[in-house]
């Protein structure tokens, strides 16, 4: 598919690695030209796609046919539809959502990671057990369950119930204890108890030692679980789409697959930029906090 | 709470200073008076929440919700019992957590596995009350020979009434609330023409809202056998009798015209003895019927088994090809001679960073048959149908996927390699080892200790794949002639979408029934494959 430019390009970038590499003469050529080569194809793969977004978006009037001569003309006529079509609305309730839903992650996943690593009580190792075991079902597959019940709740709270922000925030923040408290239950781990010790003989109360101590010492691990629960739910489409109803409640997931779902009539350029405006925040952070997301994601749990 | 930071207090001591400050400061006051500040805050936040769940069973009562309101109380009580205590320390950081966990987790786990067992969906919605109620309310037939109400239409903000006289009185009535006599009505001529905070509805009105109109349905009384005052022409109302007559004590639904009659069968719903059946029906359970259906039906079940063995496929080939693509890479790359390795770390991980379902619409877009950048372009005008022809389409999904999975190997494979010692490769030239033989007994065994784990959970992640799948393919190029719209790119997740929302007929017991499968499917494979990486020992 690239090897055409993948060739062009690759016999400069191979001419202009020479220069600097220490290893001289054939045995560069031998080990270490073709991992440019490799890098470039590579390269090119991961970045056409995002280009032809980038085009689409400012292509004018584009439909899937035009977008097609990259960067053809540049115009902000589809950033300037956008707003006909509601995509701000959408923004701002992803970022509600998205915000509340990490804080709130944040918040009480940190208590329950105090909690079971500072605290030795009665079903401590069962209580670890069984939120791994909860785990196991992961709440993609409890939609219909989760549709149900924000139906019922409806009548009750209509604030918690279908097509509703809060309701969606509390349905994500239903996940606040798993993955992210094991994350965090190591790291506090990793915290000497003698800290907290010496602040009791000192006379301050738990709520003290959890608020001022703990947290404080634990902050990058906060900043992590925070971002990747807002990155996850960012990134959710199926329960957002199953809870939220009228148009002007949608997230940009669910708002931009409206925008795309039929290839043939949809409003292509349109939803390019929507879909850049909407990349660009998530992908800066992915790039610049890269070493933290990283250590969270291998520490087991992977982006939705 | 706020209150306390913003009014400015003489009598608190630093009233705006979090509690944490105030430690040093005033590090030989007694605890009492530490205490007392975060007493309040806690105070204020448990009342607020009891107001709430005050408020919630009070309308749970009213709207009949009981098990709502049976949850609620508990809940309460186990708030104010645990922030009220001195002994339930550790309960106090784990309840929040807990409550949400148990609401949105824990019970819609259970529910789904409840509703897996019954007949919940389209027709079977609700209770057998209600459905006895909506039967009559269907069948419903002008009585013949009854007597022509004339007839007022009333509004008030949005909602239709209308207004008769029979026997004198004035009645009023909507679609909720049944007639009732209404106060200070004024009647002419057997019409009403004024009732006190109800519009009457002019001719314009009428004629703008007409269907409305005559598709309101008032019942006569409380008891839906009464009937209902219908109206065809907004100026005269009609007594309505439905033809369905219902025997409590029998149980039996009987058509009171033809005289048939219609008990209860095994699948909530009327059914004749010619086998015929009324709709609506009710939920009942009906046992295993959910799960062997997909075997069961006939249409269903080659389909279902293309669906079954395709997701096994579509999650076994992402992880493979992601993880020796990401392998690869990460090898070639860790050559401290190739330079720019930064940039080059950056610009991979960028599929990866953009959210999956933006990527996958766009390669959606992409992938089009006629008007797509792959065939339009690159492939110069070529004709090839990635996302409509079944293999293709499957193939296309497995790219995309490799596309947007790959960088995270990449990040694992690199971080886990350099975390490999190098005198280990040092130790082991020296005894002569080939670079293929260093890979294959040094590199890839020390990989896989840390690198295993996320390989299941990469499975069990891509085995629920639904967005990629919803958004690239939409599960298409359908099947023909399934009783549910299903295509050959589907997966299970897929498929419960579809028959929960998008087939027509809303089917929740069979979606939750097919959920429960995938659960126990993707549950044993994970748990065999963390067992064999030993990462639940680790605990």
């Known amino acids: 598919m690239t090897t055409q430019t993948a060739r062009a390009t690759s016999t400069k970038a191979a001419g202009t690695g020479l220069r600097p590499s220490g290893t001289r003469g054939r045995r560069w050529w031998r080990e270490v030209s073709w991992r440019y080569l490799v890098a470039v194809v590579m390269i090119v793969v991961c970045v056409t796609p995002l280009l032809y977004v980038i085009s689409a978006s400012l292509n004018p009037g584009g439909t899937l046919v035009g977008s097609n001569d990259l960067f053809r003309t540049v115009s902000g006529e589809n950033f300037a539809e956008l707003e006909a079509r509601g995509f701000w609305g959408w923004l701002g309730n992803s970022l509600v959502v998205c915000t509340v839903t990490a804080i709130g992650t944040v918040l009480m996943g940190a208590a329950a990671a105090y909690a079971f690593s500072r605290f030795r009580f009665k079903g401590r190792e069962q209580g670890l057990t069984g939120l791994l075991l909860a785990q196991m079902f992961p709440q993609t597959l409890a939609f219909v369950a989760i549709f149900l019940l924000l139906l019922t709740l409806k009548d009750v709270f209509p604030a918690l119930g279908l097509d509703s922000l809060l309701g969606l925030i509390c349905v994500y923040l239903g996940g606040a204890l798993g993955v992210n408290t094991f994350l965090m239950y190591g790291f506090f781990n990793s915290i000497p108890r003698e800290l907290d010790e010496a602040a009791k003989m000192d006379g301050a109360t738990h709520t003290q030692i959890y608020w001022t101590i703990i947290l404080r010492l634990v902050t990058p691990i906060l900043a992590v679980v925070g971002l990747l629960s807002f990155i996850s739910s960012f990134g959710d489409f199926l329960i957002a789409k199953v809870v939220l109803q009228r148009s002007e409640n949608w997230t940009v997931a669910v708002g931009l697959y409206s925008l795309a779902a039929d290839e043939r009539t949809a409003p292509w350029g349109v939803f390019a930029a929507g879909a850049v405006i909407a990349a660009v925040p998530v992908v800066l952070l992915f790039l610049f906090l890269q070493k933290y997301i990283v250590g969270g994601l291998t520490a087991g749990s992977v982006k939705g | ?539």
């Open chain 2, 1 to 539: 709470m706020s209150q306390q930071t913003i009014v400015p207090d003489s009598e608190h001591a630093p009233p705006d200073s979090p509690p944490g400050d105030a430690r040093p400061t005033r590090g030989d006051s007694s605890p009492a008076r530490n205490f007392g500040k975060g007493f309040l805050v806690k105070l204020a936040i448990v009342a607020l929440i009891d107001a709430v769940g005050l408020y919630g069973i009070l309308t749970a009562i009213a709207v009949e919700q009981w098990a709502i309101m049976a949850f609620l109380a508990l809940a309460l009580v186990a708030v104010n019992w645990i922030y009220f205590s001195r002994r339930t320390l550790p309960a106090k950081y784990l309840l929040p957590g807990l409550l949400f966990l148990l609401v949105y987790v824990v019970f819609t786990a259970a529910y789904t596995g409840y509703v897996a067992f019954t007949n919940y969906g389209d027709g079977h919605n609700s209770t057998k009350q209600d459905a006895v109620a909506a039967i009559l309310a269907q069948n419903e037939q002008r009585v013949e020979g009854s007597a022509a109400f004339p007839l007022t239409v009333l509004s008030r903000d949005d909602q239709l009434a209308f207004a008769i006289v029979r026997d004198g009185e004035a009645l009023v009535g909507t679609a909720e609330d049944p007639l009732a006599p209404a106060q200070g009505a004024k009647v002419e001529a057997d019409r009403v023409t004024e009732v006190p905070d109800w519009q009457v509805l002019g001719f314009a009105e009428i004629a703008q809202r007409q269907q409305e109109i005559v598709g309101l349905r008032v019942p006569a009384s409380d008891d839906p056998a009464d009937g209902s005052l219908r109206t065809q022409d907004a100026s005269t109302g009609y007594l309505y009798e439905s033809v369905m007559a219902y025997d409590e004590d029998a149980d039996t639904m009987t058509n009171t015209q033809t005289g048939v009659v219609y008990s209860p069968n095994e699948h909530g719903q009327f059914q004749a003895e010619d086998g015929s059946t009324i709709s609506p029906g009710w939920r009942v359970t009906v046992g295993f019927e959910n799960f062997t259906r997909a075997f069961s039906d006939d249409r269903l079940r080659g389909p279902f088994i293309e669906i079954f063995l395709w997701n096994f496929a579509f999650a076994l080939f992402s992880v493979l090809s992601t993880f020796v693509l990401g392998l690869f890479l990460a090898v070639v790359f860790n050559d401290p001679r190739v330079r720019g390795r930064k940039l080059l770390r950056a610009l991979l991980i960028l599929p990866y960073a953009v959210p999956a379902f933006l990527s996958a619409l766009v390669w959606k877009g992409m992938l089009n048959t006629r008007s797509g950048f792959l065939n339009q372009v690159i492939l110069g005008g070529a004709d090839i149908g990635w996302l409509s022809d079944p293999w293709l389409a499957k193939l296309s999904v497995l790219g995309v996927n490799l596309w947007l999975g790959f960088p995270y190997m990449f990040i694992v494979c690199t971080g886990a390699l350099q975390s490999i010692p190098s005198d280990v490769y040092e130790s082991a030239r020296m005894d002569g080892a080939k670079p293929w033989r260093l890979m294959r007994s040094i590199t890839l065994p020390l990989l896989m200790v840390s690198v295993a784990p996320l390989l299941v959970a990469s499975f069990a992640f891509n085995f629920n794949n639904f967005s990629l799948i919803y958004m690239l393919t939409g599960g298409g190029p359908n099947f023909v002639g399934t009783p549910v719209v299903i295509g050959h790119t589907d997966i299970l997740i897929s498929m419960v979408y579809s028959i929960a929302f998008e087939s027509g007929l809303k089917q929740y017991g069979f979606a939750s029934a097919l959920s429960i499968l995938i659960f126990l499917l993707v549950g044993a494979i994970s748990w065999w494959g963390f067992r064999r990486t030993r990462r639940l020992e680790e605990l």
